[in-house]
């Protein structure tokens, strides 16, 4: 589940960050795919939630500091939440806006009767937690790569391929 993951909810990132810095006629072809991405990891994150809640969670690394150790259950709490509030945001965002839900080469219909002040909420608590939650992928990644560098098995924690 990992790795289906992070390819749409990076790509999602990106691909705001990337919209924020061109003119207005290409803004709408990288915000369509944000969106689409973004719809993408929603998808992904209900079932990636409940093989969370249902899986035993792997032992803390037994070479990691108590802070660190507690660094990665804040960041991975952290990191759910991004990954279940920012698609539900979108989503009610797109939906309550009628202007509906972009999903690569369609377009799912939005409210018959849009609601402006459930939109505009959304669209708030979207844009808050884009801003500052953004900044959990890269301190993932850099953790994890720390962690390799340091030889441990972090790998095989989140690849069912990977030597345990």
């Keep these: ?39 993408l990891t ?9 093989v969370k809640l249902a899986s035993k969670a792997p032992e803390a690394l037994k070479k990691s500091h108590a802070i660190e150790q507690l660094a990665a259950k804040v960041s991975h709490v952290a990191l759910y939440g991004f990954l279940l509030v920012m698609p539900a945001s979108g989503i009610a965002m797109g939906y309550f806006g009628g202007k509906g ?3 690569f080469f369609t377009t799912f219909p939005g409210a018959e009767t849009p609601n402006g002040a459930v939109a505009k909420q959304s669209f708030s608590i979207h844009k808050t937690l884009g801003t500052y939650g953004k900044f959990l992928l890269p301190v993932h990644v850099g953790a994890a790569g720390m ?8 790998f095989s924690r989140i690849s069912p391929l990977a030597p345990k």
């Excluded at 790509?11 to 990288?30: D, F, N």
């Excluded at 390799?148 to 972090?154: L, N, T, Y």
């Design 1 to 39: 589940m990992h790795w289906l993951m992070a390819p749409a909810l990076t790509g999602s990132v990106a691909c705001v960050l990337y919209a924020q810095t061109v003119p207005m006629p290409e803004k709408g072809k990288w915000m369509f795919r944000h969106k689409s991405l973004g719809l």
């Design 42 to 50: 929603g998808m992904l994150a209900v079932p990636r939630l409940a």
């Design 101 to 103: 839900l972009p999903f």
């Design 147 to 154: 962690h390799a560098a340091r030889g441990h098995g972090i």
